[in-house]
């Protein structure tokens, strides 16, 4: 399984970014995809998650209404699509999947290389 982000890159707060995760050896119909952010100092915050299987979507509270996950089931591909961000939002982001969503959420098995989202004036 490999999972590879892009989109990452500087923006200022207020603006958007979309980043792509573009899975390979597994089937995002029967699969889980999460996103995750880690910045300096700080632990590793659950983001958004998606299931490949029902359709079903979680966000974290700091991101609800401005974050919108999707996926494209044809392209195993998961977007998250990032719009008004602010400067706490800077970290690297990660995709993971695994079987399901409670896997996810729980410790994924499968992880990005990370891609950088810097929020600054």
């Known amino acids: 399984v490999r999972l590879v982000e892009s989109g990452g890159g500087s923006v200022q707060p207020g603006g958007s970014l979309r980043l792509s995760c573009a899975a390979s050896g597994l089937s995002l119909d029967t699969s889980a995809i999460g996103w995750f952010r880690q910045a300096p100092g700080k632990e590793r915050e659950r983001v958004s998650c998606?299931?490949?299987?029902?359709?079903?979507?979680y966000y974290a509270a700091s991101v609800k209404g401005r974050f919108t996950i999707s996926g494209d089931n044809a392209k195993n591909t998961v977007f998250l699509q990032m719009d008004r961000l602010k400067p706490e939002d800077t970290a690297v982001y990660y995709c993971?999947?695994?079987?399901?969503?409670?896997?996810?959420?729980?410790?994924?098995?499968?992880w990005g290389q990370g891609t950088q989202v810097t929020v600054s004036s």
């Open positions: 998606i299931s490949g299987s029902d359709g079903s979507i």
């Open positions: 993971a999947a695994d079987g399901s969503t409670a896997q996810v959420m729980g410790v994924p098995t499968y």
